[in-house]
């Protein structure tokens, strides 16, 4: 499992530093986080032992925000001279 999360978040890491994602390539990478977040939300995900992790709490969703994208994006060019 965090495996797929790390693995996930150095590919959005490596896109971003690239090039900007599209609306598709963005809301599949969501998609795919929101997968795995269901699954841990529902009691449906297993530990390193083999064993059922218990559900949670109250995890919602993720969305898609574009205007803080593109905000975040702005200042690290801005800062770092991307």
Known sequence: ?????L???????AAVTQRRLTDAE???AIDKLNEVRRR???GE????DGNKLPP????????????C???????LERRYHI
């Open 1 to 5: 499992m965090k495996i797929i999360v």
């Open 7 to 13: 693995a996930l978040c150095c590919i959005l890491t």
């Open 26 to 28: 963005q809301q599949q």
């Open 40 to 42: 841990v939300a529902n």
């Open 45 to 48: 995900a297993i530990n390193k």
């Open 56 to 67: 949670a709490a109250d995890m919602q969703q993720l969305v898609s925000a574009g205007d």
């Open 69 to 75: 994208a593109y905000d975040g994006s702005y200042l």
